[in-house]
């Protein structure tokens, strides 16, 4: 059983950035594809980052393109979502998740994912 634990999140300007952290715990880290969601108010929760168990590859949404970047830590157990040019649409509970996988392939949909943390408040004001 595998425990996330996210941090970082809070109140922010448009154009601000914001550094998001998850603390794994409960499983070899290693081992698992991390991914971050959010869910926006009334919309369902969406992808917006992943990265593979050694972290070669990452995916990232459209939306977050160009302004979002996934790493990870493996010998700290820790995933980060840093995010720059903040915007209001970025505003959201965004959620850390880990799916144990023997190859390194991404996975974009929130099904996928078998662990979730309790998520974190992402406020972007105009």
């Known amino acids: 059983q595998v425990q996330l634990v996210e941090s970082g999140g809070g109140l922010v300007q448009a154009g601000d950035s914001l550094r998001l952290s998850c603390a794994a715990s409960?499983?070899?880290?290693?081992?698992?594809?991390m991914g971050w969601f959010r869910q926006r108010p009334g919309k369902a929760r969406e992808f917006v980052a992943a990265?593979?168990?050694?972290?070669?590859?990452?995916d990232y949404a459209d939306s977050v393109k160009g302004r979002f970047t996934v790493s990870r830590d493996n010998a700290k157990n820790t995933v980060h979502l840093q995010m720059n040019n903040l915007k209001p649409e970025d505003t959201a509970v965004y959620y850390c998740?880990?799916?144990?996988?023997?190859?390194?392939?991404?996975?974009?949909?929130?099904?996928?994912?078998?662990?979730w943390g309790q998520g974190a408040q992402v406020t972007v004001s105009s």
């Open positions: 409960g499983g070899t880290f290693s081992r698992y594809v």
């Open positions: 998740a880990a799916v144990f996988r023997i190859t390194e392939v991404l996975r974009t949909t929130s099904k996928r994912y078998d662990y």
């Open positions: 990265i593979s168990q050694s972290g070669s590859k990452t």
